[in-house]
């Protein structure tokens, strides 16, 4: 129902657009198994959650930068 709605409402070009902007991020979110994308990402906005635990592992460098990038396209 409530997606019929935004679609008789006329809001679905904001909504898909905002969608849009944020699919990156959610890519990033889930690039990597577990909370490691999260905790980086807070580490990286000055949030210092510490690193994973194991058996969870922290993201490579690789991962790392491409969510600091991401992050930073987002503002």
Known sequence: M???RVIYTGRLT???TAHRKL???MKARFAA???SP???ALNLKGIN???VRIPMVPLIAEE???LQSVLQ???
Request: proline residues 8%.
């Open 2 to 4: 409530a997606r019929l």
């Open 14 to 16: 904001r909504i898909a």
């Open 23 to 25: 699919l990156s991020i």
């Open 33 to 35: 198994p577990g909370p």
């Open 38 to 40: 999260v905790k980086a």
């Open 49 to 51: 959650v510490g690193d």
């Open 64 to 66: 790392t930068n491409t």
């Open 73 to 75: 396209q987002l503002g």
